[in-house]
């Protein structure tokens, strides 16, 4: 071990002066290589343009016949709200329906270009008589859609089309399903149009005593050609209230002024963007990465509600809930790296609010004083209860919540939140391993074994790995807390001695990991549920050789088995292969994922849309870049070899570290991190540790040298200190990026 004490080699002043910031980005210039762009605009859901505000949403695309245009409305709380049943019908997410957009005459040509960095798209209709010029956004800081038209065609007719208010999972087309007839004989009554106060309102009923309401106004009160359309929709327990809400939001938006109103929108969404700043060699990848950005401020906000499977659009699906043995774990978990913490803690909050809720979701009544779980899949109240007896039928899903509070620590560590960690955090997960400990017993090998739980979408299986690796990352994960906070928790002994003595994993030597005891991997499997302790786990490494050829063998054996996989499959893969150091065949798993699943608008779908697998190839195209295990910060651990470039800024990382860095021609030139805390920090980077210059801007850097061969480094770091790694030759005012000059601007419909 080295030990330097390495002075300041430039003035604080000048350290300050050139600390890598977002501040340095022309984000205007830089997004406008990402906005969708449309030559023409297609009759598809899969293709129209998105937009969003965490709540209300819409997609603007040709009618399906190709007579016109349709603005489809979403509201992503909008739901049954029926008391008792399944999610999927009782609680079911209700489509609100759509406008309608007819010119009057023959449309010639279209275009539309939508504004990442102004979350606006504008759209002209080409006609025999002229055209019509759509600007359309959901404003960022009020429930109201807004869109504005000018040209000379002034004719065209916007009419409204209310959906039917019933489950989106009674579609006939999905055959695998079976409604229930309880909620058939009860059906949601008609809507009613009508107009008051000058305002149109689509006032919708429910059985539950909830009503929504659709409300809009058009204003054709502006000089010339333009008129101004305003949209938004309600939802509250009461007709009464939720028609009032609806009148006051429209007058409301209208008397302050839509100009003053839209200037306050696009400063939301430019000061959204600099949270981090990251650039990737290919055009291609850089712009979903940055679409993905994009739709998740479009998908929540902090004081909204978790995101299910549709966000804030609605469209013809069997997904109309939450998932949680899969879907949502990825759908939250490209938010930390990309410092955008806050926009998980719906998750959390809702932890919070319907604790008793996980709490009664536990089958035995017994239970219940000390343990939680949730089931597959659940409406905003969380109410899903266990089906231990399905267990044959594979519905059995233990770990789901244990598997979420993996990224609710993800959540508690990047901030830096003792509070929450110890608060909220430690006693939530101790119900979920509570209820572990209910059911592991001891086998004639001393060991504690796991009986027959579900290894999600495949088969039922003991000693589940599905099971053992959740389990194995909670329990080390109160003991870790209780070490670091000296908890001195009454159960600590047992989990250690638990934990010490647990089953190892069901392996084969040809599969590597299996599903489970006696249960191998015999066909094509979409999930990676039972190689979590590979990823996101990190609990087998490829640190140890023997590990090492494991992992690849349980790789090789998941991913090659054609037919099941689905786009998440080729985002976990990339993953695995990130942690196995291996960028270029990451990269392709990715660039697979985009060019067979990947829709022209970025969202995905299997049998209707389904939100997780884009948002999951963010956290994949992170880790080439940085991730953590084993309390080492590893920096480019997977760019891809022919990447000539690489950069971010303002990565969060374990501890609440940020983290900037650039690679250029190929090798990495510079590591930035800035510590919320005093503390030590390990790295791990490629940069010659003997040809490197420091610099800091608390007067001196602290960095031992632990491992030259495997170039780790230990920083000891003051609370606030700014220290960078750097080659001899690099220059703090390098820009971060180059602007692409081919495959700019790749999503949206090219002729």
Not at 70 to 88: K, T
Not at 111 to 116: F, G, N
Not at 402 to 409: L, P
Request: net charge neutral; hydrophobic share 35%.
């Amino acid at each position: 071990m080295k030990r330097l004490c390495v002075l300041l080699f430039m003035p604080l002043c000048m350290m300050q002066a050139q600390i890598i910031t977002t501040a340095d980005i022309d984000w205007k210039t830089f997004l406008s290589q990402h906005d969708f762009i449309w030559d023409t605009i297609p009759p598809n859901y899969y293709a129209g343009a998105i937009l969003g505000n965490g709540l209300l949403g819409t997609n603007f695309y040709a009618s399906p016949q190709k007579q016109g245009y349709r603005l489809d409305i979403g509201r992503s709380d909008v739901n049954e709200m029926r008391p008792e049943g399944h999610a999927l019908y009782y609680r079911a997410r209700l489509p609100i329906g759509y406008f309608e957009i007819n010119p009057v005459s023959t449309v010639s040509s279209e275009k539309m270009r939508l504004s990442l960095y102004d979350a606006t798209a504008n759209a002209t209709i080409t006609t025999e008589q002229g055209s019509i010029d759509f600007k359309t956004y959901v404003d960022a800081n009020k429930d109201v859609i807004v869109v504005e038209t000018t040209g000379k065609e002034t004719d065209f007719t916007f009419n409204w089309k209310p959906s039917k208010a019933i489950s989106p999972r009674t579609n006939p087309q999905y055959t695998h399903t079976t409604t229930p007839k309880e909620y058939l004989e009860h059906p949601n009554p008609e809507a009613i149009v009508t107009i008051q106060n000058n305002i149109n309102l689509c006032i919708q009923e429910l059985y539950s005593g909830y009503t929504y309401v659709t409300a809009w106004k058009i204003d054709k009160s502006r000089s010339g050609n333009k008129q101004n359309i305003y949209i938004t929709v309600s939802f509250e327990n009461s007709t009464e209230q939720a028609i009032t809400k609806s009148i006051q939001t429209i007058q409301e938006y209208v008397k302050s002024g839509t100009e003053n109103a839209y200037k306050q929108h696009l400063q939301w969404w430019h000061n959204y963007y600099p949270a981090s700043f990251v650039h990737f060699a290919e055009a291609k990848v850089e712009s979903f990465y940055w679409i993905q950005q994009y739709k998740l401020a479009c998908l929540t906000r902090s004081d909204k509600q978790i995101i299910d499977l549709m966000g804030p659009w609605t469209h013809t699906t069997p997904w109309p809930a939450i998932w949680w043995n899969l879907n949502t774990q990825l759908t939250y978990s490209p938010l930390f790296t990309a410092n955008r913490l806050e926009l998980s803690e719906p998750v959390w909050s809702s932890f919070k609010e319907n604790l008793q809720s996980l709490i009664n979701n536990v089958p035995e009544e017994e239970w219940r004083k000390d343990a939680a779980a949730i089931g597959r899949s659940s409406s905003y109240n969380l109410a899903s209860p266990l089906r231990k007896d399905l267990v044959e039928q594979n519905q059995y899903e233990v770990g789901n919540l244990t598997w979420m509070m993996y990224y609710y620590w993800l959540y508690c560590d990047y901030k830096n939140d003792r509070t929450e960690t110890i608060e909220h955090f430690y006693p939530l997960l101790k119900r979920c391993i509570a209820y572990y400990m209910h059911i592991i017993y001891k086998g004639d090998d001393g060991k504690y074994h796991l009986p027959l739980t579900a290894s999600p979408e495949y088969k039922p299986a003991e000693d589940c790995n599905y099971d053992l690796a959740i389990l194995r990352w909670g329990l080390t994960t109160l003991l870790q807390l209780n070490t670091t906070y000296s908890l001195q928790d009454s159960q600590r002994a047992h989990w250690r001695n638990v934990l010490a003595n647990l089953v190892d994993y069901p392996r084969d030597e040809v599969q590597g990991f299996i599903i489970g005891k006696d249960v191998k991997l015999t066909s094509s499997h979409r999930h990676y549920s039972h190689l979590l302790m590979i990823y996101p786990f990190r609990m087998i490494t490829p640190d140890n050789p023997d590990e090492k050829e494991i992992i690849y063998k349980s790789l090789h054996h998941w991913i090659g088995q054609k037919g099941a996989l689905q786009g998440y499959s080729y985002t976990g893969a990339s993953s695995i292969c990130s942690f196995l150091r291996k960028g270029d065949k990451a990269i392709e798993y990715i660039n697979a994922l985009l060019d067979k699943y990947i829709q022209p608008n970025t969202l995905y779908k299997e049998s209707g849309p389904v939100i997780e697998t884009p948002l999951s190839a963010v956290t994949s195209l992170q880790e080439l870049y940085l991730y953590s295990y084993n309390n080492i910060l590893r920096v480019f651990p997977a760019v891809p070899n022919y990447w000539r470039e690489a950069s971010f800024v303002n990565f969060r990382a374990p501890k609440g570290l940020l983290v900037s860095a650039t690679r250029s021609d190929y090798k990495t030139v510079c590591i930035q991190v800035e510590a919320p805390q005093a503390g030590k920090y390990r790295i791990q980077t490629d940069l010659d540790l003997d040809k490197f210059k420091t610099a800091s801007s608390k007067g001196k850097l602290e960095m031992d040298i632990i491992d030259y061969r495997q170039g780790i480094v230990e920083l000891t770091l003051k609370a606030g200190e700014v220290a960078r790694l750097s080659t001899a030759d690099y220059n703090p005012e390098s820009p971060l990026f180059k602007e692409h000059t081919s495959g700019i601007n790749s999503y949206g419909l090219k002729k």
